[in-house]
């Protein structure tokens, strides 16, 4: 997509603020806008100066600021700056209550992880009513995949492979434990060793991605800024995170009450959706709520695609009756009933130490088995995840939703209704199959070819520059392309092809390609080739500098006879072709017939 386009794109996702229209939440006094282009320092002085007011850059690679001005209506200088040709949105910052997918949980302990591997180990429950990770496990333990738990902090735990720093957006630092007296401190902990508790180690639990790594990122304590939560998605793109976990939602006044379209958030969206992993795009997983109603009007998860949001799946196969369900619902993971109860077991996971922990007072272990709701099936979903990226790094985070989505096990499908495109408002595509999923996307890049001509210091000339390299190899014996990248060093390129300062071609069906006519092209340039299967490129070959040359003046061929003709008309002209005619010269060269 150019430019262009994803800024016009964006720019449809983020509608102006009606005047008089009633904001989900309390303003700061602040306004987020999203410029085109970076504004230089004269111009965001400008426009402090006309606002009465500070500004503060957002982190990331877009240029999102905060604007404070303390003697404006946010909403009504919103409206007034989106009117700016050089800005894409303006929104009031507005502190939006939010409430974490979990309650506190009272259940009793079980003895095995059944969400991973279901043999009816509890009483009643159905065989097979898991994600079927034990394939999956054969090809990968998520090893090399980060997992950002947005959340209301993580402690450390020795069964957690946490990432330090953390990120804490509610106290402005690196330290993202949870903080005293915060409701339900043990939530992110929990959360967190769903996801990626070690595994294989002694001791503990077994995340689903067992060899991923945790980034905690403090963000839910009650409320929390547009802003905050802008800067919690950005930090943790720009800190690597590949997948994003989300085991919260926003407080509404009555279950499933319409939620507001909130486009800083939606910015956030999609900033992981094109910045992270380098363009590929980082997952992001929510869970979908646990208001037990049909939500219809959350437009965060439903209008945002490339948001994963996640259903509860009891150990029998069942809805479990707390999940919303409705047309944002795009998957089912296996969870525990709120607050512990429903009769069902819940997931075992890494606890905080001490009464503050999910086991409660008195019950001063660091492992729990009391994990439940929306909160707790998201993590598997995030887990899942984890696993099929660390199988094949090449996957796009849209990629990653259309295979979990054909990969999925129908739940009940006697006696829910699937759709054409296989979704049914209770269980989005079905349960998660972790197994399946992996299954369907393990695949090796293929191997760096070598670059065979021109060698290393070598000279071509641009009229004629052939490339030739080896074929290089391909792990699972894929049909393979290739890439052909020529970066220019020491050239000098004219107007308008000077904006353009690589020359690239894809799709190459051999292993070699001619480049001609490049006229400006005269100077020192590096070359690197890449293979190309169904996935999507492998590593780049290691980089030779060459030069193109100009080529060398043509050669003239002179047609000698005995007629010794002469004449002072220019070779070539049509004077001179007749004179030649006249005197039986059969060619001319330098004014002379010969």
Known sequence: MSKESLLAAVALLLPGVALGATLPGEPTGDVLLRFEVEPSASELARLATAHGARTERLPGLWPVYLLDDPKADPAELAAVLEQRPDVIWAYPDLIVPTELHDLPLDDTYAAELWHLENVGQNEGGLPGADINVLPAWEITNGAGVLIAIIDGGVEEHPDLPTVQPGIDLLDGDADASPGEGQDNPAHGTVVSGVAAAIGNNGMGVAGVAWGAQILPVRLIGGSASLSQMYSAFVQAVDRGADVLNNSWGFNTEEPCDPISDLPPLNEAMDYARYVGRDGLGTVVVFSAGNSGCEQNEYPMLRDNENVIAVGSVTDRGQKWGYSVWGNHVDIGAPSGGLGGGGGRPGLWSTDMFGDIGFNGAGDNNEYTDKMGGTSGAAPVVSGTVALMLAANPRLTEAEVRQVLAATANKVAPTTTTYDATGWSPFFGAGRVDAGAAVLAVANAAPTPPTLLTPGAGGELSWDDATFTWTTGEDPDGDPLAWWLELTPL???????????????????????????????????????????????????????????VDPPPPVEEVVEDNTGCESSLGAGSAAAWWAGLLCGCVAWSRRRCV
């Open 490 to 548: 020491d050239v000098v390129v004219p107007p308008p092809l000077d904006e353009q300062r690589v020359v690239l071609r894809a799709g190459l069906r051999t292993p070699e390609y001619t480049l001609a006519g490049l006229r400006w092209a005269a100077g020192t340039w590096e070359a690197r080739v890449a293979g190309s299967d169904q996935w999507g490129r492998g590593d780049w070959s290691e980089p030779v500098t060459f030069t193109l």
